[in-house]
């Protein structure tokens, strides 16, 4: 199978690639600037430059299509600038895959768009989120159901992704969370109620890649099914790092230092996977406790 992938150069997307060219696919890799990726050239990986030409050609080839593009929301302060280059880096290339894809002859039988958790209201309540329930009315919530919108505009299969926080032992959220009680300080997020929806990266690639061998259609959470309190992750990381000393942290305190980032890190919601636990796809790392200790190794 020929798989197009845009926004294939992140943490998600590199570790999709590799695992879908060794299952023996062809993958036209999309980037911004693609003199950083030359080297992931090879027999079965093209680098492209990102533009409606090289678009329209490679998608002429493709059976398949994951959108992965959008700018990292984690790491910066969302000043006003910043939630415009959220909003365009998704919703502006999304609109750009679909109306190539609209434009094709011959269109890729499916585009697998990504979206985020972030689409569900954000709150301390422990209700269990399906991929029944509506988006909330914030920011990042707004984003999600634009960007989702666009996609579902393709004359195609759509299968939207909404992905839940992603733990990697190196890269993106975990190392922070790990690291003051690395250094022997925990760190307590008051009130502790507040649910930290995740999914180890691994089990991401794989439902990634068991959403285009079945080719399904309409929102999948890829989330663990076990989601957790802050309280539950304090405890766990607690238990397995022993820090000297831990430090209880008032919401404020993490509005201060984080912005409105902290808004959408520190109250969560109870999402669950049902559709992929419907279809029998199986997790590799369902609760946190397997993670910490894998990472740990």
Known sequence: MKVAIIGGTGLIGKKLYKSLVE???TIFLFARDVTKYEDLESEKVRVIPLNPLNLK???EESDAVINLAGANIYGTRWT??????IRSSR?????????????LEKKPEILINSSATGYYENTVSEKVITEQDNNGQDFLSLVCRDWENEAVKANCKVCIVRTAIVLDRKQGAY??????YKSGVGIYIKPGKQMFSWIHIEDLISVFKFVLANK?????????????SYDQMHKTLKSVYKPIVTIPVPIWASHLALG???HYLINGAN?????????????????????VKAFQG
């Open 57 to 59: 050609e490679a998608l």
């Open 260 to 262: 409105e980032i902290s």
């Open 216 to 228: 399904m259609t309409g929102p999948v959470n890829a989330s663990s099914p076990e989601p957790l």
């Open 271 to 291: 999402v669950y996977p049902k559709v992929l636990i419907d279809k029998q796809f199986e997790f590799h790392y369902k609760d946190f406790s397997s993670v």
């Open 23 to 25: 299952d023996g696919h």
């Open 80 to 85: 006003e600038s910043f939630k415009k280059e």
């Open 91 to 103: 919703i502006d290339t999304t609109r750009l895959v679909v109306d190539t894809i609209n434009s």
């Open 175 to 180: 190392p922070k969370i790990v690291q003051p």
